[in-house]
């Protein structure tokens, strides 16, 4: 008889996510020349200061981060959840620290204090990333997916603030979405409740849409709010469909063990 072999096979899905991940990035370095930081990306609409908090729309609207990321810790290191909890608990860590970090940068928007809000949001991205891909493709895959994913994150940031280029960094941040959608339709659901992450990918979506259209929001809603304090909130919004997924999802059938019939 022979040895079993304890190596799976990679299957031909498994190799195209693979390819709908890393196309993206060798695109991008062979015919995208280096995309430097805008200076104009700091000079956002909503510069008043109220209680001596310059641009105080900005900065508080970080606060649903701060919430949401409390509530997901909460939730992983309760045990309440299931499925790749390492992965989902540095993710909301990552959240949670955005509000610190983002909070920072719009106190004194510049590039330098910028470096320390996209830090934790890279951290989000790729926590995210390596527990949908555990969860999708293969359990075992998600602590070194994790470590491996987290570190790439944190140097995109670093390369960017290294060479002033941003296309690691926007690799980092949109690629895992586009590998999300797919995993999505071609892996069958570990997990029910899957609906929470098209709202999810939807609300982030509106959010850059919002900060693309800082200015106009502005205007529109008299000076009120601006599109960037807008933009924080509908992010916000996107973790917390992931923290309502985890809390209300279950086995899907296809993952449920099959029962033996016993009977004689």
């Keep these: 008889m022979a040895a079993p072999t304890t190596t799976a096979s990679v299957s031909p899905r498994e190799l195209a ?14 015919a995208v020349p280096p995309i430097p930081q805008d200076p104009a990306y700091h000079a956002l609409a909503d ?7 310059p641009n105080f729309g900005n900065v508080l609207s970080n606060l649903g981060f701060l919430i949401v990321g409390a509530l997901g810790l909460h939730l992983c290191l309760t045990r309440r959840a299931e499925g790749a909890v390492r992965s989902w608990t540095v993710f909301f860590l990552g959240v949670l620290l955005v509000a610190f970090g983002s909070g920072y940068y719009h ?6 204090t910028l470096a320390w809000d996209r830090l934790p949001m890279t951290i989000a991205f790729m926590a995210l990333f390596a527990g949908l891909a555990a969860e999708h493709v293969r359990p075992e895959i998600e602590h070194g997916m994790l470590r491996g994913a987290v570190l790439v994150g944190i140097v995109s940031v670093g390369w960017w603030r290294y060479t002033d280029d ?55 809603t008299g000076n009120a709010m601006s599109g960037h304090s807008l933009k924080h909130l509908l992010a916000t919004l996107a973790p917390l469909c992931v923290y309502l997924m985890l809390r209300k999802r279950h086995p899907s059938f296809a993952s449920r063990p099959q029962q033996t019939d016993v009977r004689r």
């Design 17 to 30: 996510l693979v390819f709908v991940l890393l196309a993206p990035l060798a695109v991008m370095l062979v």
């Design 47 to 53: 510069h008043r200061t109220l209680a001596s908090v």
């Design 107 to 112: 106190l004194t928007p510049n590039s330098e």
């Design 166 to 220: 941003l296309r690691l960094y926007a690799w980092v941040q949109f690629a895992p979405l586009v590998a999300l959608a797919f995993m999505a339709f071609a892996f069958p659901a570990r997990y029910s409740h899957r609906g929470y992450l098209v709202a999810g990918l939807v609300f982030y979506l509106l959010a850059k849409g919002a900060e693309h259209w800082d200015a106009a929001i502005y205007a529109a």
